[in-house]
């Protein structure tokens, strides 16, 4: 039996390239070049039909290390909490007061961003950020 050494994430979404550009931000991502007969993206997008056109997005990280993020326009919106999110690991290795600096540093930066502050966690060692996207997805700084 093989294993399998590489997997994508996927969000649906209502706007894929603003969602990825979004999470570029957040995780220090980047958008991988177009198909190789394309100059940008923008030629890309013109080359199909226009329903088509905006239909998803990607980015990447930059480093190869971490999954590829995949952006997928639906027609519904989000109805409920999501059953999985991303924790954006800030904190790894810190306590107390340390720790909820960091974390709080980084919510001080998403939200110009249009990340919306949920709630913060804290009881005197260990400390969470929930967040929420700008399409509401759930995520944490954790």
Not at 69 to 94: I, M, S, W
Request: glycine share 8%.
């Amino acid at each position: 039996m093989t294993s399998i050494k590489e997997f994508q994430v996927t969000f649906d979404c209502a706007e894929p390239e603003r969602l990825a550009r979004f999470w570029c931000e957040v995780l220090g991502y980047v958008v991988p070049p177009p198909p190789a007969e394309f100059g940008t993206w923008d030629d890309y997008r013109r080359s199909l039909p226009p329903e088509r056109r905006d239909a998803w997005f990607a980015c990447i990280d930059p480093s190869g290390v971490g999954p590829r993020l995949y952006f997928q326009r639906v027609p519904e919106g989000k109805a409920a909490k999501n059953r999985l999110h991303l924790d954006v690991r800030v904190g790894t290795g810190l306590v107390g007061e340390e720790r909820l600096a960091a974390l709080e540093a980084e919510c001080a930066r998403l939200v110009p961003l249009g990340a919306v502050h949920v709630r913060t966690l804290y009881d005197g060692n260990d400390a969470c950020i929930p967040m929420q996207d700008i399409e509401g997805n759930e995520f944490c700084i954790d």
